[in-house]
Every structure is written in C-alpha cells, then in structure tokens.
C-alpha cells in the first residue's frame, strides 16, 4: 500500500512538473503586414513579433519590408504602412535568418496563423506547426460573437491603440 502511494505521489509530481515546464515554455506571437490577401502575388511589407517566456515579453522583433511595387491606397490606409516608409528598408530574403534566428525553436503563435503562415512559408520553408490565437479564444471564450482582434481586444479591455 505505501509503495503504490509512494508512485502515485511521484506520478502526481511528474504531471505537476510537466504542467509547469509547459507553461514556461517560450513561445513567439507573430503578425505580418501584407500588400493583400492573396499569398501567391501579394507579398510581405511588415514583419513584427514578440518572444514570451513564462508570461512575460522578453524580446521583440520588427522590421518593415522594401517591396518592387507601389502601395494602394487601400493598404496604406489599412495598415499605416506608406511607400516611403519602405525606401531604404531591407528586402524579405534579408529579414528572414533574423527572424528565425530570433523564432528559435520556440512555438509560433498568430491570429489567423494559416494567413500569416502562408506568406512566411514562401521565404522561409519552417514545417512545425503553428498555433492559431482564434482557435484559442474560442476554447476560452466560446460564446463570443466574433473572433477578431478587434472585438476580443475589446471585450478583455486591453489597449489596442496601433490597431488596423
């Protein structure tokens, strides 16, 4: 009898220490700027994301994105993004090794992830998965009417002042 309490006590120890490691775990919350929404044509202008460890920003990364082409209208009133804040910044094959340089081998988190995901894997042919912040809002907030950043931004009160 005391030796199986001993191992269930050990049991409940390691399943205790594994919730832990998990939640310290670093992970990194992405979000790309685009010219638009089709993957295939439209290309990256912003890159910006923030390293978490165990709660807390430890790193951030952003860089703007030099592009061929001139910005519509509707993108730079969309995003914030003008065409001569793109003179003079670097392309995306230069950001990239930064970027995952500063990914690491950290888990990667985006509103929407297979959107964003789907510009990056482009330049940047990274096969883990990615984990999506609106699948995740609606484990935790199931009833919500809306999933954007915009309405749970909103509905949590968290300061959203550079928002799209």
């Not at 910005?71 to 995952?100: F, Y």
């Not at 484990?139 to 002042?161: Q, R």
């Amino acid at each position: 009898m005391a030796y199986e309490k001993a191992n269930k006590v050990m049991e409940n120890s390691r399943t205790r220490a594994e919730e832990i490691k998990k939640m310290a775990n670093t992970y990194v919350v992405i979000d790309l700027e685009t010219t638009g929404l089709d993957n295939t044509y439209d290309k990256i202008i912003e890159v910006a994301a923030v390293k978490i460890r165990r709660g807390l920003i430890v790193e951030e990364f952003s860089s703007l994105i030099a592009i061929d082409t001139p910005l519509t209208e509707e993108i730079s009133s969309l995003t914030g993004i003008t065409d001569e804040m793109l003179e003079n910044q670097p392309r995306i094959e230069a950001v990239i090794p930064t970027l995952a340089e500063f990914i690491g081998e950290a888990d990667i988190i985006a509103h929407n992830a297979d959107f964003d995901r789907s510009f990056l894997v482009r330049h940047w042919p990274d096969e883990r998965s990615w984990i999506d912040s609106i699948t995740l809002a609606q484990i935790v907030f199931p009833c919500e009417p809306s999933y954007s950043l915009a309405w749970l931004t909103k509905a949590l009160d968290i300061d959203n002042n550079n928002a799209h």
